[in-house]
């Protein structure tokens, strides 16, 4: 996959960064630790600007999460509690889970979604539940944009210091994805065993 990411940024430059950061979150096994680091590394062999491959792909990035954070708020809580109440078991959520984690986020969105877009495996979904919380959309918009912009400006930075070992950042970052993952998918089945 970095020869086909190294190809299409090398060919078409700020418009592929900002396309494939884009489906990056809309779709997450394209990953942005391999996407942002490669910008890194043209930007140093001076194909692109630095400042312009972080601005092409945190717009990118930023409208992905935007789309996620429709579909959350086209979701919404009353829509979850209604699925929560037919299918609570498989989805391990009751009401009182539904309104308990729309307090929480009320009160503590900002941070999470910030913080969130700074996570490999969580970048993309944590944009749902701001939108079934109706997270502001400015609010929303700012502090994904902090984080979405911290995430690729450091990527970045590492692409064009690490030069053509930039695809080292993947590795590191990959097991910390991995290990997210398992550990979602652990609290799920531990949950799922719990609610029989």
Request: proline residues 4%.
């Amino acid at each position: 996959m970095a020869d086909w990411i190294a190809g299409v940024i090398g060919e078409h430059g700020y418009l592929a960064l900002f396309a494939l950061m884009f489906l990056e979150n809309v779709f997450p096994p394209i990953p942005s630790e391999l996407i942002m680091p490669f910008a890194g590394y043209a930007a140093a062999n001076g194909d692109i600007n630095p400042i312009g491959a972080v601005i092409a792909g945190s717009t990118g990035s930023l409208l992905g999460g935007l789309a996620w954070y429709g579909v959350g708020y086209w979701l919404g809580a009353a829509r979850l509690k209604r699925a929560a109440q037919r299918h609570g078991r498989w989805l391990t959520i009751s009401e009182a889970d539904v309104d308990r984690a729309q307090r929480w986020f009320e009160r503590y969105g900002d941070f999470a979604v910030c913080i969130g877009r700074l996570i490999p495996a969580v970048r993309s979904v944590i944009s749902v539940p701001a939108g079934i919380a109706r997270l502001g959309l400015k609010r929303f918009l700012f502090w994904s944009g902090v984080g979405t912009i911290a995430w690729t400006s450091l990527l970045t930075a590492l692409g064009y210091l690490l030069g053509k070992r930039f695809s080292e950042v993947d590795a590191w970052l990959q097991p910390v994805s991995l290990t997210i993952i398992a550990i979602a998918v652990a609290a799920y089945l531990f949950r799922l065993y719990r609610t029989k």
